[in-house]
T-cell receptor
Framework: GAVVSQHPSWVICKSGTSVKIECRSLDFQATTMFWYRQFPKQSLMLMATSNEGSKATYEQGVEKDKFLINHASLTLSTLTVTSAHPEDSSFYIC???????????FGAGTRLSVL | GENVEQHPSTLSVQEGDSAVIKCTYSDSASNYFPWYKQELGKGPQLIIDIRSNVGEKKDQRIAVTLNKTAKHFSLHITETQPEDSAVYFCAASEGFQKLVFGTGTRLLVSP
């Protein structure tokens, strides 16, 4: 199956700093990628849809100025958590829609801990 | 918008038994229903999916059934093995993009 790589897998940062998470589709081109957030023992909540070459579409309640998404190429989308605070600590997961637009392949996730 | 409910939240079975997880959805426009397995500290892995023009799909020990009239779909795992232990999520969407996930079922298979 298709492979989606997410980096880093775990990051610890100080409150007030910014953190960038990368999501790459390794063996296919993805015009659409998605970013999810998952709190411990809870479900995945869609944060935003990232389309290559255009602005991301954010779900209701997600601050676009806080969670900056860039999808500059067909294989890379990035999520930057700006001015991170402890409440931003969570598991962030990306997915990429395959070329046929049928299946979402998920990355392994990034655990963000903000001190 | 779509709302997906999933039951049970926890399921314990003995190795070799069958496991059934059920989900209901609210939006009749939803036409794609994937199931994902998530192991601790990892991203979800697609294990099987079904589209609304099909009532049942099987892949070895895993099967999914869909009842569009009742708006519910189920995951069936037969001959469970300890390595099946994980959290399973159902999801629903119209098309293949904006997946709405269920709340998850923690499956524990005891040897």
């Amino acid at each position: 199956g298709a492979v989606v790589s997410q980096h880093p897998s775990w990051v610890i940062c100080k409150s007030g700093t910014s953190v960038k998470i990368e999501c790459r589709s390794l063996d296919f081109q993805a015009t659409t990628m998605f970013w999810y957030r998952q709190f411990p023992k809870q479900s995945l909540m869609l944060m935003a849809t990232s389309n290559e070459g255009s602005k991301a579409t954010y779900e209701q309640g997600v601050e676009k100025d806080k969670f900056l998404i860039n999808h500059a190429s067909l294989t890379l989308s990035t999520l930057t958590v700006t001015s991170a605070h402890p409440e931003d600590s969570s598991f962030y997961i990306c997915s990429a829609l395959d070329r046929a637009g049928n299946i979402q392949y998920f990355g392994a996730g990034t655990r963000l801990s903000v001190l | 918008g779509e709302n997906v409910e999933q039951h049970p939240s926890t399921l314990s079975v003995q190795e070799g038994d069958s496991a059934v997880i059920k989900c209901t959805y609210s939006d009749s426009a939803s036409n794609y229903f994937p199931w994902y397995k998530q192991e601790l500290g990892k991203g979800p892995q697609l294990i099987i999916d079904i589209r609304s023009n099909v009532g049942e799909k099987k892949d070895q020990r895993i099967a999914v059934t869909l009842n569009k009239t009742a708006k519910h779909f189920s995951l069936h795992i037969t001959e469970t093995q300890p390595e099946d232990s994980a959290v399973y999520f159902c999801a629903a969407s119209e098309g293949f993009q904006k997946l709405v996930f269920g709340t998850g079922t923690r499956l524990l298979v005891s040897p």
